[in-house]
């Protein structure tokens, strides 16, 4: 098959990545606003839809970590690879989507793409120090966005103790608006580019481009397709992260709004891509902790922490396997 036509399927496999994503983590920006009812869920699509791909727009930091970090150089990783470390990512997000289990897409497609290129070049191509730095900002994320949730909420709380809760409630109902917006203008901001990534890196292992810059054409087609795989939603997670782990107050889903933003927009600047399921869980955790410890549901908790741990290993096997499954149909 011409290398074109493999770089196509590439870019295909990556918009439908990219799709999937949208749709799989639209509860991360907005399952606390309509867990607590500050927002109608089409309402809350329909704003998360179109500042995801604002966000989508604003920076290329994260894509050049994801292109250029995982592995030694950019040209070792094929069309191939590529294909096979979309595949994987995809088959994983629609696996926990289905089941309703918040997973991150980041972890599917980086476990892919480690599972494709070791078993296509050896563990020799992969970039440890990269790939390192990548884990350590996945795994610290959520633990980061405990702790802040919980000193958030806590916070909170001493500022209006004197206040009525109602009224309180009242006021977070509204500001929550605001902060809704924030989680899914930084949601975009950082998961978007992870698809910006692997295409650019395709055009760059084929000829296409000269260096790891992300095109404008990439940067506008990942946005649209995440824009409109947020539209669709994804109710059975937004389930399970809007109610499941902590029954939410208006209050409790602004702090975890808030807190959730800052973070992933922090990491974004730090051009480290994060999994936004994991810091918008931790962000819930910290907030709910700050309650009441009894308060969180922490055996859903465990049962995501698990899946997390599996995501990697999970999704770096089925890379090596779709790898060898298409290098025998070529």
């Known amino acids: ?49 179109i500042l995801n791909f604002v966000g989508a727009m604003i920076s290329t930091g994260v894509a050049k970590t994801i292109g250029g970090e995982i592995v030694t150089s950019p040209h070792m ?91 309180v409630n009242y006021v977070a109902t509204h500001i929550q608006m605001v902060s809704a917006a924030l989680m899914a203008f930084s949601h975009g901001s950082n998961d978007a580019q992870k698809s910006m990534g692997i295409i650019t890196l395709a055009l760059l292992s084929g000829g296409y481009i000269g260096q790891l810059e992300v095109p404008w054409e990439v940067k506008v087609a990942c946005a649209l397709a995440m824009c409109l795989g947020t539209s669709v939603g994804g109710w059975r997670i937004i389930r399970t992260v809007g109610n499941k782990i902590f029954r939410m107050q208006p209050v409790n889903g602004l702090a975890a709004d808030l807190n959730s933003a800052i973070t992933i927009f922090s990491a974004t600047m730090l051009h480290l891509p994060v999994s936004t399921t994991h810091v918008v869980t931790g962000s819930i955790m910290g907030v709910g902790w700050a309650t009441r410890f009894r308060a969180v549901h922490w055996s859903v908790a465990y049962q995501m922490v698990s899946a997390w741990i599996m995501t990697i290993p999970c999704t770096a096997a089925v890379g090596a396997l779709v790898y060898l499954l298409i290098k025998h149909v070529l």
């Open 77 to 167: 990783v094929d069309s191939v690879v590529l294909s096979s470390a979309l595949a994987s990512a995809i088959i994983w997000n629609l696996f926990t989507w289905r089941i309703g289990m918040p997973s991150s897409s980041s972890h599917a497609l980086i476990g892919g793409v480690i599972g494709a290129v070791i078993i296509s070049y050896g563990t020799g191509a992969i970039h440890l120090a990269g790939v390192l730095t990548i884990v350590i900002g996945l795994v610290l994320s959520p633990v980061c966005a405990l702790v802040t949730g919980y000193i958030m909420m806590t916070v909170l709380y001493i500022a209006f103790r004197n206040v009525g809760k109602s009224r």
């Open 1 to 49: 098959m011409p290398d074109i036509y493999i770089i196509g399927i590439v870019i295909v496999l990556a918009l439908c990545f990219d799709f999937i994503n949208g749709f799989h983590d639209t509860a991360n920006a907005i399952a606390t606003c309509v867990a607590t009812r500050a927002l109608s869920p089409k309402v809350a699509i329909i704003m998360s839809a």
